[in-house]
Structures are given as structure tokens and as C-alpha cells.
């Protein structure tokens, strides 16, 4: 028998990989994520299970080779956390492509809705039996334009809700795809059409910081920006100054450049010393949410069934469709 161990375990994570237990592999959930102080863990096993705020360094990889572990199954799409050239030709990665798209678009527009109606604010009003509506007006999404930077399947899935709200679609992404519902544009016509912009593409050297004060002089006033995707997509120092001129007039951020050693835990009887997530979070027009994006049933339940079809190609000798490799 195998044995898989399974970094940074949630309840949550535990009961959908039950779901799909294979009598060949065993699976050990620890509540630690996976970095050169807890690697040790995985010295008597065959492959580890990993998430988007693990640190899987060159020393992570140096150390995971030494043990004999032959393969890292990423629970996730993303993998800009694992240093693929020293992985490549010791330890196999493998990924989640894809799982539930609809859960992350369906968070989006979830996010636009609360920001724009200030559907926070007034439950919070109501339950303080303050029935006033001054301050929480919004705008008609009808005929507005959002522009989707990366229009992978998520990104395409989240310009089909839009559409259901007849807004204007604008696209980019270097590689574009006849699947999507809108316009593709150039990056400075989107920045300077849209009303709203969600960014739905994976964190590469290329496109960090791709939201920064350069891109955001280029924008509307008043532009909402929503980032479901990699926090390091935003530069938030240039957002916060954005939230405070003006220029930006809404965030929904359900990542955030810093958030490995906060977001997923139970911080609430701490003192926060990450100031700039403080300020974010103390603005009435910002809306944070804890990388929850994904957080549905089925999107668990994806995870966990593709994740577990990927360990057994590899014990398997199979094809690994969904392997990835250094460029």
C-alpha cells in the first residue's frame, strides 16, 4: 500500500477525500502546511497532497527527493508555489485543472453584487433594527462593462453570468479562445473601458503585479477591481492608494499578496500586524474574503476525485495527464 501525507487538512478536506478513498493508497491528514520545518512528515511515504500556501522550495523539493517521495499532487489549479526546476527529472507535479469553475465565478459576481447594493452594510443595519437607506445606493449592472483578465474556464464561465446580467464583456489573455462570450481586446483598451475588472489568471513572473498604480492611472474612477484569483496579481500598496484617492471605487479580494500564514485560520483572538490587510479590511468600500472562492460541495468533491485519479496514474505507471513542468 501507498501512503499519501496530506498537507494543511481541514475538516472540510478530510470528509471529500473520504468520499473517494482508494483501499490502495493510505492517506495521512496533518493540520500543518508543507514547508522545510514540516517536510520531515513526509519521510516515510510514497507521494504528498499540497495547497495554493504551502511553500514547496527548492529545500522543500531537495528534502522530499531525499525521502524517496516521488510525487506532489497539488488540490488545486494553481502551482506558482512549487519550484518546478528543482522538481524536474526528482519529483513529479501533478494539479487540479479544473474542478468546479462555476464556484469561483458564481463567488465573483457574488462579491460585485455585495459591493455595489451594500448588502453588507444593510444586514448589518437591519439586524440593528435601522431601517434607514441612506448611503446604499448602487448602479445598474445592466449595460455596464466588466473587463476579464484571463479568460481560461473560469474566466469564461464568469463572462456567461455576466452576460445573464446583460453587461459588456471585454477579454484578455494571450491566448485567446473562440469559447468566450465576449470581445478580446488589448490589456490598455480593457483598462480603460471597463467598468469592473475580475482577474481570473494564473500568477506567472510575467503577470505579477499586473494591477499596480501604472495600470490603475489607465482605469475609470470609480473602477471596481475583483481578484478571485492569486494575491500577488494585485499590488496593494497601489490599490489601497487607489481605494483612497478615489480612483478605485470598490475591492473584492478573495486572495492577498501575504496571505499564506493567515488566511484558513482562526486569527480572531489575535492582533493582526499585517497593516496593510488591516487597512483593507477597516475600508466600508473593500470586501475580504479567506481564498473561498472554491468552497463549494461539488468543487470539494472535484478536487478530491481528480486528486486522488491523479495519485493512482502515478502508482499506476499511467499517463499523468495532469502534470506540470518547468518551461
Same mark, same amino acid.
Given at each position: 500500500?501507498?501512503?499519501?501525507?496530506?498537507? $494543511?487538512?481541514?475538516?472540510?478536506?478530510?470528509?471529500?477525500?473520504?468520499k473517494f478513498a482508494d483501499e490502495d493508497i493510505n492517506v495521512r491528514f496533518f493540520e500543518n502546511k508543507l514547508n522545510s520545518d514540516t517536510v520531515s512528515i513526509?519521510?516515510?511515504?510514497?507521494?504528498?497532497?499540497?495547497?495554493?500556501n504551502d511553500t514547496i522550495d527548492k529545500g522543500v523539493i531537495d528534502a522530499l527527493s531525499n525521502y524517496g517521495v516521488g510525487v506532489i499532487a497539488m488540490r488545486?489549479?494553481?502551482?506558482?508555489?512549487?519550484?518546478?526546476?528543482?522538481?524536474?527529472?526528482?519529483?513529479?507535479?501533478?494539479?487540479?485543472?479544473?474542478?468546479?469553475p462555476y464556484a469561483i465565478a458564481e463567488h465573483t459576481m457574488g462579491m460585485i453584487l455585495t459591493l455595489n447594493r451594500k448588502l453588507h452594510k444593510a444586514y448589518?443595519?437591519?439586524?440593528?433594527?435601522?431601517?434607514?437607506?441612506?448611503?446604499?445606493?448602487?448602479?445598474?449592472?445592466?449595460?455596464?462593462?466588466? &473587463?476579464?483578465?484571463?479568460?481560461?474556464?473560469?474566466?469564461?464561465?464568469?463572462?456567461?453570468?455576466?452576460?445573464?446580467?446583460?453587461?459588456?464583456?471585454?477579454?484578455?489573455?494571450?491566448?485567446?479562445? $473562440?469559447?468566450?462570450?465576449?470581445?478580446?481586446?488589448?490589456?490598455?483598451?480593457?483598462?480603460?473601458?471597463?467598468?469592473?475588472?475580475?482577474?481570473?489568471?494564473?500568477?506567472?513572473? $510575467?503577470?505579477?503585479?499586473?494591477?499596480? &498604480?501604472?495600470?490603475?492611472?489607465?482605469?475609470?474612477?470609480?473602477?471596481?477591481?475583483?481578484?478571485?484569483?492569486?494575491?500577488?496579481?494585485?499590488?496593494?500598496?497601489?490599490?489601497?492608494?487607489?481605494?483612497?484617492?478615489?480612483?478605485?471605487?470598490?475591492?473584492?479580494?478573495?486572495?492577498?499578496?501575504?496571505?499564506?500564514?493567515?488566511?484558513?485560520?482562526?486569527?480572531?483572538?489575535?492582533?493582526?500586524?499585517?497593516?496593510?490587510?488591516?487597512?483593507?479590511?477597516?475600508?466600508?468600500?473593500?470586501?475580504?474574503?479567506?481564498?473561498?472562492?472554491?468552497?463549494?460541495?461539488?468543487?470539494? $468533491?472535484?478536487?478530491?476525485?481528480?486528486?486522488?485519479?491523479?495519485?493512482?496514474?502515478?502508482?499506476?505507471?499511467?499517463?499523468?495527464?495532469?502534470?506540470?513542468?518547468?518551461?
Amino acid at each position: 500500500m501507498k501512503t499519501v501525507a496530506f498537507f $494543511d487538512a481541514k475538516p472540510y478536506d478530510v470528509a471529500s477525500f473520504k468520499k473517494f478513498a482508494d483501499e490502495d493508497i493510505n492517506v495521512r491528514f496533518f493540520e500543518n502546511k508543507l514547508n522545510s520545518d514540516t517536510v520531515s512528515i513526509a519521510a516515510c511515504c510514497d507521494g504528498v497532497c499540497a495547497f495554493v500556501n504551502d511553500t514547496i522550495d527548492k529545500g522543500v523539493i531537495d528534502a522530499l527527493s531525499n525521502y524517496g517521495v516521488g510525487v506532489i499532487a497539488m488540490r488545486c489549479a494553481g502551482y506558482n508555489n512549487v519550484d518546478l526546476k528543482s522538481a524536474q527529472g526528482r519529483v513529479k507535479v501533478l494539479r487540479v485543472p479544473a474542478y468546479s469553475p462555476y464556484a469561483i465565478a458564481e463567488h465573483t459576481m457574488g462579491m460585485i453584487l455585495t459591493l455595489n447594493r451594500k448588502l453588507h452594510k444593510a444586514y448589518i443595519r437591519t439586524r440593528d433594527h435601522n431601517f434607514s437607506l441612506e448611503g446604499l445606493t448602487g448602479f445598474d449592472l445592466n449595460g455596464k462593462t466588466v &473587463g476579464i483578465i484571463g479568460t481560461g474556464k473560469i474566466g469564461r464561465c464568469f463572462a456567461d453570468v455576466c452576460k445573464g446580467f446583460n453587461m459588456n464583456v471585454l477579454g484578455y489573455d494571450p491566448y485567446e479562445n $473562440d469559447e468566450f462570450c465576449g470581445e478580446y481586446v488589448t490589456l490598455g483598451e480593457l483598462l480603460i473601458k471597463s467598468d469592473i475588472i475580475s482577474l481570473h489568471c494564473p500568477l506567472t513572473k $510575467d503577470n505579477k503585479h499586473i494591477i499596480c &498604480g501604472e495600470t490603475l492611472s489607465k482605469m475609470k474612477n470609480g473602477v471596481y477591481i475583483i481578484n478571485t484569483s492569486r494575491g500577488q496579481l494585485v499590488d496593494t500598496s497601489a490599490l489601497i492608494d487607489g481605494i483612497k484617492s478615489g480612483k478605485v471605487g470598490a475591492a473584492g479580494l478573495d486572495v492577498y499578496e501575504e496571505e499564506a500564514s493567515l488566511f484558513f485560520e482562526d486569527k480572531s483572538e489575535e492582533v493582526i500586524r499585517d497593516d496593510k490587510l488591516s487597512t483593507l479590511i477597516s475600508m466600508p468600500n473593500v470586501i475580504v474574503t479567506s481564498h473561498q472562492a472554491f468552497l463549494t460541495r461539488e468543487a470539494l $468533491d472535484g478536487i478530491a476525485k481528480t486528486t486522488m485519479e491523479n495519485f493512482k496514474a502515478y502508482f499506476n505507471g499511467e499517463e499523468l495527464k495532469n502534470e506540470v513542468v518547468a518551461n
